[in-house]
């Protein structure tokens, strides 16, 4: 049996309701929701409504139109960059963005869009932001939390400082990680732009996330297509969600990731922010030792995602992945995780970092076995 140690790629395994919704609603229900009127095509519109009304319930949304359902986090932040920013306009960013923002970005400037990407230092953070923002900038995008290192940003301090800096700034925040993990509430942080997926710290199928539009903020269509609605008309509908959403929702995901709601409000954030930052810890406990180990991000017992990050001195980051795949049949991830500025910045680009993340559902015996298993290998090779 495979230990699964990747869950900050996607979250497995899931609740067995999130199973059992997606299967379910595959077998009994196929209408497309907002399509038609008849009672299938209803109660798919309806299962929709309630995965918006929960979300809202989970980020402090007042009206649940303003939440557009995606396919995941990627889609968000296109829908949301492409949909807001246009030639002229100055945005900002960070050493910490992902892929998902980074390429679009480099599109952008391509297109006439003034990019500054700027590298935080923990102790000044905010100045750097305030030193490279000016009242002229469209855009502020922030990364909740690192997907290489576990840094999590103080969000609402950043975001609260920035606005009373420059009032008309708007502020994109890219969520992946911290969904779940971290209580969030937009409205009162003053975020404009909110993406997230399903499929990690919510616990729902892949092919499922969302993207939080604030009151005020209006995107142009980057996707254009069906809508159910106003058929007559050549340009997207102007109401949300249907402005954003073109195009079939994957409902029998959507069904699964409604039940993987469920199940984190039930058991409750803190309590899985508990178990995962105890576990995460243990494994800095059992990696900091080791000769030839050396471990990103934040120091033991600062806070962090439930993610950790290591390199093992002469060797590549996928070398370490495949002894502990073949030989003891633990999975991580190597490489650059799709975030090669925040490895620039540490001085792994070269090599890569092995990346272990854990959910609700690893086991402290889980962990004790990666730690051993990483010290036989360390003997052997160092």
């Known amino acids: 049996m495979m230990i699964y140690l990747d869950n900050a790629a996607s979250s497995w395994p899931k609740p067995p309701q999130v199973y059992d919704a997606v299967r379910d609603w595959l077998k009994n229900n196929g209408a497309n929701p907002g399509r038609s009127s008849h009672a299938m095509g209803r109660e798919a519109h309806q299962l929709l409504y309630t995965v918006r009304v929960e979300l809202a319930h989970l980020f402090h949304v007042e009206d649940p139109s303003r939440i557009a359902l995606l396919q995941n986090v990627t889609e968000a932040l296109n829908v949301a960059l492409f949909g807001f920013l246009e030639p002229g306009d100055h945005v900002v960013s960070t050493g910490l963005e992902h892929n998902s923002v980074r390429r679009p970005l480099e599109r952008l400037l391509m297109q006439g869009v003034d990019v500054d990407r700027v590298q935080l230092q923990e102790d000044g953070m905010l100045n750097t932001l305030l030193e490279t923002c000016n009242h002229n900038t469209k855009m502020l995008i922030l990364t909740h939390g690192s997907n290489v290192t576990g840094e999590i940003i103080p969000l609402r301090t950043i975001v609260k400082q920035m ?20 209580e969030i509430d ?8 909110f993406a997230f997926t399903g499929h ?9 996330g969302g993207l939080y539009v604030a009151p005020g903020i209006r995107l142009n269509p980057v996707l254009l297509g069906g809508t159910g609605g106003d058929s007559e008309s050549v340009d997207a509908p102007s109401s949300m969600p249907e402005r954003l959403e073109s195009g079939t929702r994957n409902t029998p995901g959507f069904a699964g990731l409604l039940e993987g709601i469920r199940y984190l409000r039930d058991v409750g954030i803190q309590t899985v922010q508990e178990h995962d930052f105890r576990l995460i810890q243990k ?17 033991y017992g600062a806070y962090r995602l439930p993610i950790l990050s290591f390199t093992v001195e002469g060797y590549q980051s996928n ?4 002894v502990l795949d073949q030989h003891y049949h633990i999975a991580v991830r190597g490489g650059l995780h799709c975030a090669p500025d925040v490895h620039q910045q540490n001085g792994t680009k070269d090599t890569g970092a092995v ?22 290998i360390v003997q052997a090779i160092v």
């Open 200 to 208: 990690k710290g919510l616990y729902g199928p892949q092919g499922t």
């Open 163 to 182: 606005k009373k800096a420059y009032p008309n700034l708007r502020v994109l925040v890219d969520a992946a990680q911290t969904v779940g993990y971290e």
């Open 319 to 322: 070398e370490i992945v495949l």
């Open 355 to 376: 990346r272990v993340s854990v959910s609700s559902f690893t086991t402290v015996e889980e962990i004790d076995t990666f730690i051993n298993a990483m010290t036989e």
């Open 283 to 299: 494994v800095y406990v059992g990696l900091r030792g080791l000769q030839g180990v050396t471990i990103l991000g934040p120091p």
């Open 186 to 193: 937009v409205t009162e942080i003053g975020v404009d732009l």
